[in-house]
Nanobody
Framework: VQLQASGGGLVQAGGSLRLSCAASGRTFSRGWFRQAPGKEREFVAAISWSTGSAYYADFVKGRFTISTDNVKNTVDLSMNSLKPEDTAIYYC???????????????????WGQGTQVTVSS
């Protein structure tokens, strides 16, 4: 399965962006991670394709929403009230099966996309 992330860009603080993760095949769940310059990659959000259950990192709750588009086979991340500290490369990842409820675990994802840059100016 190949993943293609899109939708990144430059936005002012307080603005919004919508990222999209397209897959070449079926996946059990998909998630978003991000990596800021000089920092480790961290979990942002994930969603189960079968149940629609969504999971979020505490620092994005109330600002970001993850959703699925069954027709397009995409997982979208709507990001609102963006802050300069949200600046990072955002990566899409996918699981091919259920590997437990810890969606923040990077090693539990089988496939990774190439990343898309999100820059939030102050």
């Amino acid at each position: 399965v190949q993943l293609q992330a899109s939708g990144g860009g430059l936005v002012q603080a307080g603005g919004s962006l919508r990222l999209s993760c397209a897959a070449s095949g079926r996946t059990f769940s998909r998630g978003w991670f991000r990596q800021a310059p000089g920092k480790e990659r961290e979990f942002v959000a994930a969603i189960s394709w079968s149940t629609g259950s969504a999971y979020y990192a505490d620092f994005v709750k109330g600002r970001f929403t993850i959703s699925t588009d069954n027709v397009k086979n995409t997982v979208d991340l709507s990001m609102n009230s963006l802050k300069p500290e949200d600046t990072a490369i955002y990566y899409c990842a996918a699981r091919s099966s259920y590997y437990g409820s810890n969606y923040a675990l990077e090693g539990s994802y089988d496939y990774w996309g190439q990343g898309t840059q999100v820059t939030v100016s102050s």
